[in-house]
């Protein structure tokens, strides 16, 4: 029997970024907020400071800022034909635990989408024509100019160090000239490069490309942010992705929302509560609180007037699952929305070798240090004729020279041994990696479910992912590595390796934690489960934030849209949903 | 209501206040600072909002509230060199607090150091100071805390070793070092200056922690004043040039007020004890006081002689090559490869007078424990430095403090690995 | 390097610390507190994992994945006693892991779908030394070198099988696992001296690079430090 607590105004579950927003925004209006948080609390000064936060096996390869998957994790497998098996180490993908989530461990590239995603299929459909019949993209039922304060809100929030392309339709020098009218410039320059985004840039631009700095939430200079609170500058101390920072120089919760958040008394934060489920009420037509449980297995119920589920996509969804809130997708019938549209993105490599000469210095990186091109993304290029549709970007980031994690050696070397010892040390530090980054669209047989067979620590079924790249996907990688290809033959190295994406799609190597869709947001709840607002259509004192709302995965890093998104959301929920709360904000 | 029968006993405690001049004097100043109707027992409100600046001003929160559960319920441990004090519980709970407490009784606490019952309070109690604030202030106080919700609390008796532990004794330490005094301005100084005199001196208590202590423990005056002292084992430094190093000589009065209001300005950040009386006491004060205070306090004159000038330690020196590559690699991420800090943010060590001042400890402290600066509303960012006790040890420590001591033009007395030992123990 | 008694009071003491004051309810501040820190869990210098003769097999493994040349081999490099650690730890029992059964081997896209790493190596190694005798050689100390490389090759390959667990799962963790020994920090109890690292030219735990941004292709022959510290060693 659970333990029932008084109720509050709004219970936020999971304190990531969006958790954060979400709360920030909703106590500065005066409600009262609690968030529950399965993780613990971190500090930067006492528990990933400058003293311990380079640890290459302690963070990269022992997980210490990861979620523990023997608490939950997923069953994987590439097509519904087979049977699915549980991911028990992590690997493609990173989800963080603890407060700030995955935020604290991000590298920090800070994108706004094209105005075009957002329309994907409309507009693909009017540029190309009819669609593949098992491609199940849709336009989000939001738009970028709807979206554009927001982006600007959390770029301010972070101090995005970077170039505008594009000013209120006025196309800018050395920024990206592809991007969506935006209203403010950054709040920060560009980061300075060090020597490999610059042979990158150069190599881009002889081409005729027009390379421009990834928009970073890696500090170029010291900033205050509009609520008070102090970055400073990063030191490109190259233990930046995966790990969390140690200097206050990359944005985050913790960095950048926390310090004011905390000091606010309608806000309370509850840690090592780990939600179970969310209740229903027994008309099915609105949420009564979530169940959680703590360390030592008392199960607490938690009433609230509102619940945000703020956790990362897959136990968002799972979440909507477990509580029986909404029809499961079933590919055969294509019935239920609940874990449809599940998409990732895809990426590739190409890297340079230089002679012994030329000293690339890789360990002076940060997560988001690099140029980059965007020629090859979303529909910035004339796809006719391809095959695909979609794209990505095309950049040179030095992020970390960690020895394991960032080892190159050319073709040709043996995989062990002498020769690997050899060629380990005369490559290291000469080579300079090119990435691609694309989109990934949705499709009938990529979905989340329940399995069938295997359990969570709590007893739960663990959510099933079927997932794996399709022709237009692989395509697609295929012209963007053939274009980072040609770039890195202007680059004057020595020779090259190229590395394409094949399938079938792999949980093991690590590629991008941007896992998208499930919860998807739209127009009509007879395609999505939210709304524009991220509300839940048939219980409207249910948000779903993150990019669990994403219909399709663009060729762009999530983050700033996932939280445009949250602010746009509570905005609404500020101005006009708690006017009539429990209500829907879009009629049906 | 309690507050009625207070109002009874503060007009028959009015018959005995001693300098009347003073009560209209104190008005007379608190008339720029707060509010113009201050007359006492005029409104209870006012009154009761007074005592609250007041006990911020005397920041009577640091010592007697030790669980925020249970303000100023006191039980908060005093280590002092000759033992651990209680302090006291001053919420009206009859039993355990000030429940039965007059008016005069809270006077003669503050004025002389008498507790109720006759014995003599402990000098931790800053009634040294608190001697030279006016009657009024104190009933103000008095009438705040006893509006306060009474708290029921342990009374606990000082650990001290005999002969410190029989309360008599202390009539020979008032002899030698106590003196009952009362405020008179000074016509030559600005209203601003005899203002903030009153708070330095009286109230804020700023000696306590910022002069030298003599044998007894008490707190040094004359030439000794503000030339630094120790608190709670961390330096607290000198305000003022002279014999312990250059003060506040470079600060502005904005510097001040910054620090004091905000607990950062644009060349360090507020930590320890310090950090403590900003959040509970100095960043409520008024414009007008704060800058009083700052007026006073950089106008404290040179005190003795200044030490003589150290000479910056060559960098070949084996401890400066060590510390170099510990700054290199632990320290300048932050503090700036040059020394230089971020405005706001973190410290600047490049002509820091803490970083040089002669007794190391502070220096020591801050990279074995770690320190926070204070959050305010204006710098929310708990900025905060890592320990580093269990990743150097005493040479290594050492070195990087002589580094930064010696380094970005600073000079100071290298730090020795046994000294970093002693104090490593000594935690 | 060796690690002072010091840092094992000390960051016993504060990891105590930490652990003991967690938190579950905050409102109102940042919590912060002094003294305290999570810092590295160093190597434990007599906690041990294999026995003797799995040492063996394992010392003759590592170093025919990273042999000797110039620069020392794999186990001279502290690559066992990195192994011994990890093995004999939370790693090694999978306390991250999600570990329920039922197990069973699916594509390689499916990952990693053995028991608790500590159990694969174990099994693992019986398994190979098993495996080679049957061969009519006494174990994998006993091949030559040439023929200890192409038993390694075939376990990666998954060529060579194994009876109760997957040689390629076996295989894909012991060569991380090898490297990480050559290039983690030497805190865990590997990369002796930071000889990995001075070998390539790694820097190690440093947090300030701004003064070499312009670099211009230039080496930059920054001495490497450890997370643990451990300047004045590194020194003398």
Same mark, same amino acid.
């Given at each position: 029997?659970?333990?029932?607590?008084?109720?509050?105004?709004?219970?936020?579950?999971?304190?990531?970024?969006?958790?954060?927003?979400?709360?920030?925004?909703?106590?500065?209006?005066?409600?009262?907020?609690?968030?529950?948080?399965?993780?613990?609390?971190?500090?930067?000064?006492?528990?990933?400071?400058?003293?311990?936060?380079?640890?290459?096996?302690?963070?990269?390869?022992?997980?210490?800022?990861?979620?523990?998957?023997?608490?939950?994790?997923?069953?994987?497998?590439?097509?519904?034909?087979?049977?699915?098996?549980?991911?028990?180490?992590?690997?493609?993908?990173?989800?963080?635990?603890?407060?700030?989530?995955?935020?604290?461990?991000?590298?920090?590239?800070?994108?706004?989408?094209?105005?075009?995603?957002?329309?994907?299929?409309?507009?693909?459909?009017?540029?190309?024509?009819?669609?593949?019949?098992?491609?199940?993209?849709?336009?989000?039922?939001?738009?970028?100019?709807?979206?554009?304060?927001?982006?600007?809100?959390?770029?301010?929030?972070?101090?995005?160090?970077?170039?505008?392309?594009?000013?209120?339709?006025?196309?800018?020098?050395?920024?990206?000239?592809?991007?969506?009218?935006?209203?403010?410039?950054?709040?920060?320059?560009?980061?300075?490069?060090?020597?490999?985004?610059?042979?990158?840039?150069?190599?881009?631009?002889?081409?005729?490309?027009?390379?421009?700095?990834?928009?970073?939430?890696?500090?170029?200079?010291?900033?205050?942010?509009?609520?008070?609170?102090?970055?400073?500058?990063?030191?490109?101390?190259?233990?930046?992705?995966?790990?969390?920072?140690?200097?206050?120089?990359?944005?985050?919760?913790?960095?950048?929302?926390?310090?004011?958040?905390?000091?606010?008394?309608?806000?309370?934060?509850?840690?090592?509560?780990?939600?179970?489920?969310?209740?229903?009420?027994?008309?099915?037509?609105?949420?009564?609180?979530?169940?959680?449980?703590?360390?030592?297995?008392?199960?607490?119920?938690?009433?609230?007037?509102?619940?945000?589920?703020?956790?990362?996509?897959?136990?968002?969804?799972?979440?909507?699952?477990?509580?029986?809130?909404?029809?499961?997708?079933?590919?055969?019938?294509?019935?239920?929305?609940?874990?449809?549209?599940?998409?990732?993105?895809?990426?590739?490599?190409?890297?340079?070798?230089?002679?012994?000469?030329?000293?690339?210095?890789?360990?002076?990186?940060?997560?988001?240090?690099?140029?980059?091109?965007?020629?090859?993304?979303?529909?910035?290029?004339?796809?006719?004729?391809?095959?695909?549709?979609?794209?990505?970007?095309?950049?040179? /980031?030095?992020?970390?020279?960690? &020895?394991?994690?960032?080892?190159?050696? #050319?073709? !040709? @070397?043996?995989?062990?041994? $002498?020769?690997?010892?050899?060629?380990?040390?005369?490559?290291?530090?000469?080579?300079?990696?090119?990435?691609?980054?694309?989109?990934?669209?949705?499709?009938?047989?990529?979905?989340?479910?329940?399995?069938?067979?295997?359990?969570?620590?709590?007893?739960?079924?663990?959510?099933?992912?079927?997932?794996?790249?399709?022709?237009?996907?692989?395509?697609?990688?295929?012209?963007?590595?053939?274009?980072?290809?040609?770039?890195?033959?202007?680059?004057?190295?020595?020779?090259?390796?190229?590395?394409?994406?094949?399938?079938?799609?792999?949980?093991?190597?690590?590629?991008?934690?941007?896992?998208?869709?499930?919860?998807?947001?739209?127009?009509?709840?007879?395609?999505?489960?939210?709304?524009?607002?991220?509300?839940?259509?048939?219980?409207?004192?249910?948000?779903? /934030?993150?990019?669990?709302?994403? &219909?399709?995965?663009?060729?762009?890093? #999530?983050? !700033? @849209?996932?939280?445009?998104? $949250?602010?746009?959301?509570?905005?609404?929920?500020?101005?006009?949903?708690?006017?009539?709360?429990?209500?829907?904000?879009?009629?049906? | 209501?309690?507050?009625?029968?207070?109002?009874?006993?503060?007009?028959?405690?009015?018959?005995?206040?001693?300098?009347?001049?003073?009560?209209?004097?104190?008005?007379?100043?608190?008339?720029?600072?707060?509010?113009?109707?201050?007359?006492?027992?005029?409104?209870?409100?006012?009154?009761?909002?007074?005592?609250?600046?007041?006990?911020?001003?005397?920041?009577?929160?640091?010592?007697?509230?030790?669980?925020?559960?249970?303000?100023?319920?006191?039980?908060?441990?005093?280590?002092?060199?000759?033992?651990?004090?209680?302090?006291?519980?001053?919420?009206?709970?009859?039993?355990?607090?000030?429940?039965?407490?007059?008016?005069?009784?809270?006077?003669?606490?503050?004025?002389?150091?008498?507790?109720?019952?006759?014995?003599?309070?402990?000098?931790?109690?800053?009634?040294?100071?608190?001697?030279?604030?006016?009657?009024?202030?104190?009933?103000?106080?008095?009438?705040?805390?006893?509006?306060?919700?009474?708290?029921?609390?342990?009374?606990?008796?000082?650990?001290?070793?005999?002969?410190?532990?029989?309360?008599?004794?202390?009539?020979?330490?008032?002899?030698?070092?106590?003196?009952?005094?009362?405020?008179?301005?000074?016509?030559?100084?600005?209203?601003?200056?005899?203002?903030?005199?009153?708070?330095?001196?009286?109230?804020?208590?700023?000696?306590?922690?910022?002069?030298?202590?003599?044998?007894?423990?008490?707190?040094?005056?004359?030439?000794?004043?503000?030339?630094?002292?120790?608190?709670?084992?961390?330096?607290?430094?000198?305000?003022?040039?002279?014999?312990?190093?250059?003060?506040?000589?470079?600060?502005?009065?904005?510097?001040?007020?910054?620090?004091?209001?905000?607990?950062?300005?644009?060349?360090?950040?507020?930590?320890?004890?310090?950090?403590?009386?900003?959040?509970?006491?100095?960043?409520?004060?008024?414009?007008?006081?704060?800058?009083?205070?700052?007026?006073?306090?950089?106008?404290?004159?040179?005190?003795?002689?200044?030490?003589?000038?150290?000479?910056?330690?060559?960098?070949?020196?084996?401890?400066?090559?060590?510390?170099?590559?510990?700054?290199?690699?632990?320290?300048?991420?932050?503090?700036?490869?040059?020394?230089?800090?971020?405005?706001?943010?973190?410290?600047?060590?490049?002509?820091?007078?803490?970083?040089?001042?002669?007794?190391?400890?502070?220096?020591?402290?801050?990279?074995?424990?770690?320190?926070?600066?204070?959050?305010?509303?204006?710098?929310?960012?708990?900025?905060?430095?890592?320990?580093?006790?269990?990743?150097?040890?005493?040479?290594?420590?050492?070195?990087?403090?002589?580094?930064?001591?010696?380094?970005?033009?600073?000079?100071?007395?290298?730090?020795?690995?046994?000294?970093?030992?002693?104090?490593?123990?000594?935690? | 390097?060796?690690?002072?008694?010091?840092?094992?009071?000390?960051?016993?003491?504060?990891?105590?610390?930490?652990?003991?004051?967690?938190?579950?309810?905050?409102?109102?501040?940042?919590?912060?507190?002094?003294?305290?820190?999570?810092?590295?869990?160093?190597?434990?210098?007599?906690?041990?994992?294999?026995?003797?003769?799995?040492?063996?097999?394992?010392?003759?493994?590592?170093?025919?994945?990273?042999?000797?040349?110039?620069?020392?081999?794999?186990?001279?490099?502290?690559?066992?006693?990195?192994?011994?650690?990890?093995?004999?730890?939370?790693?090694?029992?999978?306390?991250?892991?999600?570990?329920?059964?039922?197990?069973?081997?699916?594509?390689?896209?499916?990952?990693?779908?053995?028991?608790?790493?500590?159990?694969?190596?174990?099994?693992?190694?019986?398994?190979?030394?098993?495996?080679?005798?049957?061969?009519?050689?006494?174990?994998?100390?006993?091949?030559?070198?040439?023929?200890?490389?192409?038993?390694?090759?075939?376990?990666?390959?998954?060529?060579?099988?194994?009876?109760?667990?997957?040689?390629?799962?076996?295989?894909?963790?012991?060569?991380?696992?090898?490297?990480?020994?050559?290039?983690?920090?030497?805190?865990?109890?590997?990369?002796?001296?930071?000889?990995?690292?001075?070998?390539?030219?790694?820097?190690?735990?440093?947090?300030?690079?701004?003064?070499?941004?312009?670099?211009?292709?230039?080496?930059?022959?920054?001495?490497?430090?450890?997370?643990?510290?451990?300047?004045?060693?590194?020194?003398?």
């Amino acid at each position: 029997m659970a333990r029932k607590l008084p109720k509050r105004e709004v219970v936020i579950v999971g304190f990531g970024w969006t958790g954060a927003i979400m709360a920030e925004q909703l106590t500065a209006e005066g409600l009262d907020v609690l968030a529950l948080e399965r993780g613990v609390w971190r500090n930067t000064s006492t528990d990933y400071a400058v003293t311990n936060a380079q640890d290459e096996v302690r963070y990269r390869f022992r997980h210490d800022l990861f979620e523990q998957l023997s608490r939950e994790t997923m069953t994987f497998r590439n097509s519904s034909d087979q049977t699915a098996l549980p991911m028990r180490m992590l690997g493609s993908f990173l989800p963080g635990t603890n407060v700030g989530g995955s935020g604290v461990h991000w590298n920090g590239i800070t994108w706004r989408f094209l105005p075009s995603d957002f329309v994907a299929r409309s507009h693909n459909e009017e540029r190309y024509g009819p669609l593949p019949e098992d491609m199940t993209i849709q336009d989000w039922g939001v738009s970028y100019e709807e979206l554009e304060p927001h982006y600007t809100t959390f770029e301010e929030l972070c101090g995005i160090s970077g170039k505008a392309g594009n000013l209120n339709g006025r196309l800018q020098q050395g920024g990206n000239p592809f991007e969506g009218p935006r209203s403010k410039e950054y709040p920060n320059p560009p980061m300075d490069m060090v020597l490999a985004p610059k042979l990158f840039a150069e190599a881009a631009s002889g081409l005729g490309y027009k390379p421009f700095p990834f928009p970073s939430a890696n500090m170029s200079r010291a900033y205050t942010n509009p609520l008070g609170v102090s970055l400073a500058p990063c030191t490109y101390c190259g233990f930046c992705e995966k790990f969390a920072c140690g200097n206050y120089s990359k944005a985050s919760a913790p960095t950048t929302i926390l310090p004011v958040l905390m000091r606010r008394q309608n806000f309370e934060l509850q840690t090592q509560a780990m939600v179970l489920r969310v209740l229903k009420a027994a008309d099915g037509k609105s949420v009564t609180g979530v169940e959680y449980i703590t360390p030592e297995g008392e199960i607490i119920e938690q009433p609230a007037d509102m619940v945000i589920l703020s956790t990362y996509i897959n136990h968002n969804v799972h979440l909507l699952m477990v509580s029986g809130i909404g029809q499961i997708y079933d590919p055969r019938s294509q019935q239920g929305l609940v874990g449809k549209n599940y998409a990732y993105q895809i990426t590739s490599g190409v890297t340079v070798f230089y002679d012994e000469e030329t000293h690339i210095n890789p360990f002076i990186g940060a997560g988001a240090l690099g140029m980059v091109i965007d020629e090859f993304n979303g529909d910035n290029f004339d796809h006719s004729g391809l095959g695909f549709i979609g794209g990505g970007f095309i950049g040179q /980031t030095q992020t970390n020279g960690r &020895p394991v994690e960032s080892l190159a050696v #050319p073709d !040709g @070397t043996p995989k062990f041994g $002498a020769g690997w010892k050899k060629a380990m040390r005369e490559n290291y530090g000469h080579s300079v990696g090119i990435g691609t980054h694309g989109a990934v669209m949705s499709y009938r047989g990529n979905y989340l479910d329940l399995d069938p067979t295997y359990k969570d620590a709590y007893g739960r079924p663990l959510m099933r992912m079927t997932f794996d790249f399709t022709e237009n996907e692989l395509r697609m990688s295929d012209y963007l590595t053939d274009r980072a290809v040609e770039i890195a033959e202007a680059m004057g190295g020595r020779e090259m390796t190229v590395s394409r994406r094949k399938g079938p799609y792999s949980i093991v190597p690590y590629q991008t934690t941007h896992n998208t869709g499930g919860h998807i947001m739209g127009a009509s709840p007879a395609d999505s489960v939210t709304n524009k607002y991220l509300q839940h259509w048939q219980m409207p004192n249910l948000f779903l /934030t993150g990019a669990g709302a994403f &219909p399709q995965n663009p060729g762009y890093n #999530p983050t !700033g @849209t996932v939280a445009a998104l $949250a602010y746009h959301s509570a905005a609404a929920i500020r101005r006009s949903y708690l006017r009539a709360p429990g209500q829907p904000m879009v009629q049906a | 209501m309690r507050y009625l029968s207070l109002a009874q006993s503060l007009t028959r405690s009015s018959r005995r206040i001693r300098i009347a001049g003073l009560v209209a004097l104190s008005a007379c100043l608190f008339a720029a600072a707060t509010h113009p109707a201050l007359a006492q027992g005029t409104n209870d409100w006012s009154e009761l909002q007074r005592g609250l600046y007041l006990s911020r001003v005397g920041d009577c929160a640091a010592c007697h509230t030790a669980d925020p559960e249970k303000p100023m319920a006191g039980k908060y441990a005093l280590d002092t060199p000759f033992g651990t004090i209680w302090t006291a519980n001053l919420t009206p709970d009859e039993e355990t607090g000030l429940g039965e407490w007059s008016a005069d009784d809270f006077w003669r606490a503050m004025n002389e150091g008498i507790r109720r019952d006759g014995a003599h309070l402990y000098p931790a109690f800053p009634y040294t100071h608190f001697t030279l604030i006016s009657r009024a202030d104190s009933d103000a106080i008095y009438a705040y805390l006893q509006s306060l919700e009474p708290i029921s609390q342990d009374v606990m008796e000082p650990d001290f070793p005999f002969p410190l532990n029989i309360r008599f004794v202390l009539n020979g330490w008032n002899l030698i070092n106590f003196e009952d005094r009362s405020f008179t301005p000074d016509p030559e100084r600005s209203a601003a200056w005899n203002r903030g005199y009153y708070i330095a001196e009286g109230l804020g208590h700023c000696s306590m922690c910022h002069s030298p202590k003599n044998f007894t423990g008490a707190v040094k005056d004359g030439d000794a004043a503000y030339s630094g002292g120790m608190a709670e084992g961390w330096l607290a430094p000198a305000l003022r040039p002279g014999s312990g190093g250059p003060g506040l000589s470079d600060w502005s009065k904005d510097d001040l007020m910054a620090f004091l209001r905000h607990g950062r300005n644009s060349r360090t950040a507020a930590f320890g004890p310090m950090a403590e009386v900003i959040d509970k006491s100095t960043r409520h004060l008024t414009d007008s006081d704060l800058d009083a205070l700052a007026t006073y306090i950089l106008d404290l004159p040179e005190s003795g002689e200044a030490p003589a000038d150290s000479e910056a330690i060559d960098t070949d020196d084996p401890a400066m090559q060590t510390g170099a590559l510990v700054y290199a690699t632990q320290c300048s991420a932050c503090h700036g490869p040059d020394g230089e800090g971020i405005p706001g943010q973190f410290a600047r060590l490049k002509g820091s007078s803490l970083t040089q001042s002669s007794d190391p400890t502070t220096v020591v402290r801050l990279v074995l424990e770690g320190v926070r600066s204070v959050p305010t509303e204006k710098y929310p960012t708990p900025h905060a430095m890592p320990a580093f006790d269990w990743k150097l040890n005493d040479a290594e420590v050492a070195a990087v403090a002589t580094y930064v001591r010696n380094a970005f033009g600073n000079s100071a007395p290298a730090v020795t690995a046994d000294a970093v030992a002693e104090i490593r123990e000594a935690q | 390097m060796a690690i002072s008694r010091r840092y094992f009071l000390t960051g016993a003491s504060v990891l105590a610390l930490t652990g003991g004051a967690l938190a579950r309810s905050y409102r109102g501040s940042v919590p912060w507190s002094s003294k305290t820190a999570r810092p590295p869990s160093p190597a434990g210098l007599h906690q041990t994992f294999f026995s003797a003769e799995e040492r063996s097999v394992i010392v003759a493994m590592v170093d025919r994945l990273i042999p000797k040349d110039e620069f020392p081999s794999a186990s001279e490099a502290g690559v066992v006693t990195f192994l011994e650690d990890q093995l004999a730890g939370p790693y090694g029992r999978g306390d991250i892991y999600y570990l329920q059964g039922p197990f069973q081997q699916g594509t390689e896209s499916q990952g990693y779908q053995a028991e608790a790493p500590a159990i694969l190596y174990r099994q693992a190694i019986a398994d190979l030394e098993t495996a080679i005798r049957k061969e009519g050689t006494d174990g994998f100390t006993a091949l030559d070198a040439e023929a200890q490389d192409d038993f390694l090759t075939a376990l990666s390959e998954g060529e060579q099988e194994l009876e109760h667990v997957d040689a390629k799962t076996f295989f894909d963790r012991l060569w991380e696992d090898t490297q990480l020994g050559y290039f983690g920090d030497p805190v865990h109890g590997g990369n002796r001296d930071m000889v990995g690292w001075k070998m390539i030219g790694f820097p190690g735990a440093r947090y300030d690079y701004r003064p070499y941004i312009d670099h211009n292709g230039k080496a930059l022959d920054l001495p490497p430090v450890s997370v643990a510290g451990n300047y004045q060693r590194e020194a003398n």
